[in-house]
């Protein structure tokens, strides 16, 4: 076991797995109120029979600052993820879902996590773009192709979010309960 608590990690409880939810709830609201401001005249009867004062440029608004929101916790998300990867002691002999071992979960997973920062990066300059420079005079602030690779992000991060949960689940990568069971350990006892 490592040395610094029940979980590995010289805090209580793993700061990644919150972070991540925060951001990927940031990034799908974003990319959801895009789309719906792109379909905001098709919408716009349903907005008027539930009487919701909704406009297309405030449905933009809404992706547009989940996604900055979204871009500036990623990079705290990948900096904690990294972090306590470093003092991850997955569980020796197991294979998950995918076929993997936990090194090459772990690897794919942290150099996933720094690819989609990047990715996620250029998604918010591009719609920054879209925002400020070039459809700015538009009603419709995105292009289809934008919403077609914020569709796409999202089942990368899907899939990406499915190794995190292996590591988590199969291997107990920082899960105590896991890691103490595989021990042998009574977890009434072991556990604060």
């Not at 499915?162 to 920082?174: P, R, S, Y």
């Amino acid at each position: 076991m490592n040395p610094y608590g029940p979980n590995g990690l010289p805090y209580p409880l793993p700061i990644h797995p919150n972070l991540v939810h925060l951001t990927v709830g940031l990034v799908v609201i974003a990319i959801a109120f895009d789309i719906a401001g792109a379909f905001y005249p098709i919408e716009r009867r349903l907005f008027r029979f539930l009487a919701l004062p909704v406009t297309r440029s405030a449905l933009h608004d809404v992706g547009w600052y989940n996604l900055l929101a979204g871009v500036v916790t990623a990079f705290f998300t990948v900096a904690a993820g990294l972090y306590e990867m470093l003092l991850a002691e997955p569980l020796p002999g197991v294979t998950s879902a995918f076929g993997l071992g936990s090194l090459d979960t772990m690897l794919w997973h942290g150099v996933g996590g720094v690819v989609l920062l990047l990715l996620l990066t250029a998604m918010a300059v591009w719609r920054g773009y879209q925002r400020f420079a070039w459809r700015r005079d538009m009603g419709r602030q995105v292009q289809w192709s934008y919403l077609l690779a914020g569709v796409g992000l999202v089942v990368v991060l899907a899939v990406h979010g499915t190794l995190g949960a292996q590591l988590a689940a199969e291997f107990g990568v920082h899960i105590a309960a896991g890691q103490l069971l595989q021990a042998g350990a009574d977890l009434t006892t072991a556990l604060p």
